[in-house]
C-alpha cells in the first residue's frame, strides 16, 4: 500500500523548478506531504483532500489528479532551504480513517 | 508546547533484549502512530491508535506490539530485539478529523528514537 514516488533523488541549481510526483495503486481520500532534513523529524507541508480545494504557500503548491491516484509536489524557483527528503503520505478509503502510510521519499539538493 | 515527545533519543540493545520505547504528546490529539524508518525504505507505518482505545496494525507490524495507554501516551514494545530491528524510531500525533478544516491536521513528528540492535 505504500505509494510510489518519483523521481527518487533530484539535484538542482537555485533558483530552478522541481516537480516530485506521487501515485498510489489504491483509490485515495488524500494525500499528505513533508520535508525532512537530515537529522530531523519530518515537517508538514500542506494536505489535499479529494474534492477538496488545494492549499499551498510560499513558492510550494501541490495538485491531485483523483482520477490517476497521483499527487504531484510543484517548488518554484527553488531556494537553498529546499534541500532534504520530501515525502507523501497517504489515506485510503474511508474517511477519517487516519491510517497515514509514506512513500519511499526524494532527496532534493540544491546547489548555489 | 513540547509537541511529541519520545524517550530515549538514543539506544543500544543486544539481540534478544527488550525494550518500550515512549511517546507522549502534551496537544490533546486523539491519534498516534509509530513510523521506522531505513535508508531508501522511507517511513513505513509499525502501528497506529485512530483514537484512545484502539489499536491497528500497520505495515510492518512483526516484532512490535503497542499500548495506548491513554491520550496522551503510546508505547511500542521490542519483546526480542533483532539486528533487523535497528532503525530510526518516530512517534507521530494528529487531532480528530474535521473535513472542515482538513488544510489543518497534518501529523506533528517527534524527534525520533535512534535504536542499534548488536
Known amino acids: 500500500q505504500q505509494p510510489v514516488q518519483s523521481p527518487q533523488a533530484m539535484i538542482l541549481r537555485e533558483g530552478e523548478d522541481a516537480v516530485i510526483n506521487c501515485s498510489s495503486s489504491?483509490?485515495?481520500?488524500?494525500v499528505h506531504w513533508y520535508r525532512q532534513k537530515h537529522g530531523e523529524a519530518p515537517v508538514f507541508l500542506m494536505i489535499?483532500?479529494?474534492?477538496?480545494e488545494q492549499k499551498g504557500h510560499d513558492k510550494i503548491s501541490a495538485s491531485f489528479n483523483e482520477k490517476k491516484q497521483q499527487s504531484s509536489l510543484y517548488l518554484t524557483a527553488s531556494q537553498l532551504s529546499y534541500s532534504g527528503t520530501y515525502f507523501c503520505?497517504?489515506?485510503?478509503?474511508?474517511?477519517?480513517?487516519?491510517?497515514?502510510?509514506f512513500g519511499q521519499g526524494t532527496r532534493l539538493t540544491i546547489n548555489p | 508546547n513540547a509537541g511529541v515527545t519520545q524517550t530515549p533519543k538514543f539506544q543500544v540493545l543486544k539481540t534478544g533484549q527488550s525494550m518500550t520505547l515512549q511517546c507522549a504528546q502534551d496537544m490533546n490529539h486523539n491519534s498516534m502512530y509509530w513510523y521506522r524508518q531505513d535508508p531508501g525504505m522511507g517511513l513505513r507505518l509499525i502501528y497506529y491508535?485512530?483514537?484512545?482505545?484502539?489499536?491497528d496494525k500497520g505495515e510492518v507490524p512483526n516484532g512490535y506490539n503497542v499500548s495506548r495507554l491513554n491520550k496522551r501516551e503510546f508505547s511500542l514494545r521490542l519483546e526480542s530485539a533483532a539486528p533487523s530491528q535497528t532503525s530510526v524510531y518516530f512517534c507521530?500525533?494528529?487531532?480528530?478529523?474535521?473535513?472542515?478544516?482538513?488544510?489543518?491536521?497534518?501529523?506533528?513528528f517527534g524527534d525520533g528514537t535512534r535504536l542499534s540492535i548488536l
Open positions: 503520505g497517504t489515506e485510503i478509503g474511508i474517511q477519517g480513517a487516519q491510517k497515514l502510510v
Open positions: 489504491k483509490a485515495l481520500y488524500s
Open positions: 489535499l483532500l479529494k474534492g477538496g
Open positions: 507521530a500525533s494528529r487531532k480528530r478529523w474535521d473535513r472542515a478544516y482538513y488544510w489543518d491536521q497534518p501529523q506533528h
Open positions: 491508535s485512530a483514537s484512545e482505545g484502539t489499536t
